[in-house]
C-alpha cells in the first residue's frame, strides 16, 4: 500500500457509512474502557457499588456489539466493499467482538468485587491492582492505535502483551503461595485467582485487535505468526 | 472448503511474474499504441495464462478495450492506428507480416458488448464460421452447433427451435448465441468485450456462470465495466489507467490487498 490516506469516495453517502462505523466502534471501545476502569476500581476498594454498576453496564457493551455489526452486514450488502473498505469492514467486526469480550471481563472482575469475603484478604488484591493499571493503560494505547489507525503503535503494542503475562504468572505464583500458607484462604485465593485471569484475558484481546489494525492498515494478516515474520511484512 | 494449510495460504494460485512458456498463452511485449496524435496504450509488458480468466478493468478511456482489440489485431481495421511492440500467441508475435489475420482472428475469437447475431437462423448463425472454413457436412455441422450450443449454455433453450431467427432470442439469449458461434470454430482464446453491459442481471450471471466454465477449455480474456463482475468470474485482473497497465496480479490480490494507491482508489469508488 502506498499510504492510506486516502481520498473521499465518490459516493459521499459510502464515505458517511463507513465513518459511521468508525465512529461507534470508537465510542464502543471507550464505553469498555471505562468499565475496565471501574471494575479495577470496584475490586481493589471492593465497592459493591461501583460493582454493581458495571455489571449493569455491560448490556450497553452488548448492544453496540450487535448494532455495529449490523451496520457492517449492512455496508457488505449494499456497497460490496473491496480492499481497504473490506479490510476495514472486516477489522471493526472483528475488534467488537473482542471489545465485547472484554466488557465479559469486566463483569467478571465486578463479580468478584462483589465478594464479601474478600475483606478479610485485601492483601491478596494488591498484585491484581498493577497487573489491572497494566491492562488499562494496554487498552488504551489499543484503542488510541485504533482511531489513528497505526500499525507501528499496534505492533509495539502486540508485543506489550508478553510483559502482562509474566505479570500474570508472578501473581499466579504469589497466590499459590499464599494457599499453601494458609488453606484457609483457599476460596478468597480462587476469587482473585478469577479476576487475574480475566484482567489477563485483557491483554489477549487487546493483542488481537492490534492485529486487525495491522491487517487493515498493511493487508497483511499477522494471526499466529511470530515478530520475526511480522517484521518482515510490515517492512520494520 | 477451506484449507487451513498455511503454505498454501501463503502461495498465490498464480505466480504472475514466474508463468513457464507452457502456461503462458499470450504475451504482451512493450506495446504502444497511437491513433493518430494520440496514444492511448503506452508500454504496456503483462502475461496472459492458458485457460484461465484474465479481466481488464480500468475507467473509460483507459485502454483497456484497445488493448483487448490488439490481442486480434482488430485495431488493423482502424485508420491511422500505429503499434508498436510485440503480442506473442504461443510465442509467435502476431504482428509478424507472415501471420494470416483470418487464421490468427479463427483462434483467437471475439464477442462484442452488444449482441450481434446475424440475420439468420440461429443455427446458421453457429455454423456460420465453419461454412467459411468450407464446411458443409450436414453431420459436421450439426454436431458441431450442438456442441457449441452446449458448450454456451444454451442448447436447452433453442434445441426446438434451431431454424427460428436469432433475433427473436432475448438479449442475453442472443449474447450466449453469439458465444457458441465464437466457440464453434474452436479458438483457443476467448475475448470477451463487455460481454454482460447490455444485459440484465439475470442474464449476466447466466454469462458470468458460462465464463467460468469456457475457462476449462479457452484462455478468457474479458474487459469489463463492472469490477465486483471481474472480481467474481476472473483468476488475474489487469488494473489500467489512461493508457498504463498500473497493476496485475491475481484477483484476490486486487480486491483485498492492492499494492498501487490508484487501483485502491478505483476499486474502491474514489477514482474521480
Known amino acids: ?19 459511521d462505523i468508525r465512529n461507534h ?29 458495571v455489571i449493569e453496564g455491560d448490556h450497553k457493551v452488548n448492544g453496540m456489539e450487535v448494532a455495529i455489526d449490523e451496520e457492517c452486514a449492512r455496508i457488505i450488502a449494499k456497497r460490496q466493499p473491496a480492499a481497504s ?9 472483528k475488534t467488537i467482538t473482542d471489545l465485547e469480550r472484554i466488557g465479559d471481563a469486566c463483569v467478571k472482575i465486578a463479580k468478584v468485587a462483589l465478594e464479601k469475603r474478600l475483606k478479610k484478604q485485601q492483601p491478596l488484591l494488591v498484585s491484581l491492582d498493577s497487573m489491572g493499571r497494566h491492562a488499562t493503560r494496554f487498552l488504551h494505547g489499543t484503542l488510541d492505535a485504533l482511531a489513528r489507525m497505526d500499525a507501528d503503535a499496534a505492533f509495539a503494542l502486540h508485543k506489550e502483551d508478553a510483559k502482562l503475562d509474566k505479570e500474570y504468572e508472578g501473581t499466579i505464583r504469589q497466590l499459590m503461595t499464599y494457599m499453601m500458607e494458609d488453606p484457609r484462604s483457599i476460596p478468597e485465593v480462587f476469587d482473585v485467582l478469577w479476576a487475574t485471569r480475566a484482567v489477563e484475558r485483557v491483554g489477549d484481546r487487546c493483542q488481537n485487535i492490534c492485529e486487525y489494525i495491522i491487517y487493515y492498515v498493511k493487508g497483511k494478516d499477522v494471526r499466529h505468526v511470530s515478530y520475526e515474520e511480522m517484521e518482515k511484512d510490515l517492512n520494520l | 472448503m477451506i484449507s487451513i494449510d498455511k503454505s498454501a495460504m501463503s502461495t498465490k494460485s498464480v505466480d504472475l511474474k514466474n508463468l513457464s512458456q507452457e502456461e503462458t498463452a499470450l504475451e504482451i511485449r512493450n506495446l504502444d499504441l497511437k491513433y493518430g496524435d494520440k496514444q492511448a496504450l503506452f508500454d504496456v509488458s503483462m502475461k496472459i495464462p492458458e485457460k484461465k480468466v484474465t479481466a481488464f478493468i480500468g475507467p473509460s478511456g483507459c485502454g483497456k478495450s484497445t488493448l483487448l482489440r490488439c490481442i486480434n489485431r482488430m485495431n488493423d481495421l482502424v485508420d491511422n492506428c500505429h503499434i508498436s511492440g510485440e503480442v506473442l500467441l504461443h510465442g509467435q508475435n502476431i504482428y509478424d507480416k507472415k501471420v494470416d489475420v483470418a487464421a490468427l482472428r479463427r483462434n483467437v475469437g471475439m464477442v462484442f458488448q452488444r449482441p450481434n447475431p446475424f440475420p439468420k437462423s440461429i443455427y446458421e448463425n453457429v455454423v456460420y464460421g465453419l461454412r467459411l472454413q468450407g464446411i458443409n457436412n450436414r453431420r459436421d455441422l450439426d454436431d458441431a452447433a450442438e456442441r457449441s450450443l452446449r458448450g454456451a449454455a444454451i442448447w436447452d433453450e433453442v434445441k426446438d427451435r434451431l431454424h427460428d431467427n436469432a433475433f427473436g432470442l432475448s438479449g442475453g439469449q442472443q449474447q450466449r448465441l453469439v458465444i457458441a458461434r465464437a466457440i464453434a470454430i474452436e479458438p483457443e482464446v476467448l475475448l470477451l468485450d463487455e460481454p454482460t453491459s447490455a444485459l440484465d442481471p439475470i442474464s449476466t450471471l447466466i454469462i458470468e456462470e458460462l465464463i467460468s466454465e469456457l475457462k476449462s477449455k479457452y484462455t478468457v480474456v474479458i474487459v469489463t465495466h463492472n469490477m465486483q463482475q471481474a472480481a467474481r468470474v476472473s483468476d488475474q485482473t489487469a488494473f489500467m489507467y489512461m493508457g498504463e497497465l498500473v497493476e496485475y496480479a491475481d484477483t484476490n490480490t486486487i480486491f483485498t490487498t492492492p499494492q498501487k494507491r490508484k487501483t485502491e482508489d478505483y476499486i474502491t469508488g474514489r477514482y474521480g
Open chain 1, 25 to 53: 466502534v470508537l465510542a464502543m471501545g471507550g464505553l469498555v474502557e471505562r468499565q475496565l476502569e471501574q471494575a479495577l476500581d470496584a475490586i481493589a476498594n471492593l465497592d459493591a457499588e461501583l460493582a454493581q454498576r
Open chain 1, 85 to 93: 473498505d473490506l479490510r476495514l469492514v472486516l477489522a471493526i467486526s
Open chain 1, 1 to 19: 500500500m502506498d499510504n492510506m490516506n486516502l481520498n473521499k469516495h465518490i459516493s459521499g453517502q459510502f464515505n458517511a457509512e463507513l465513518d
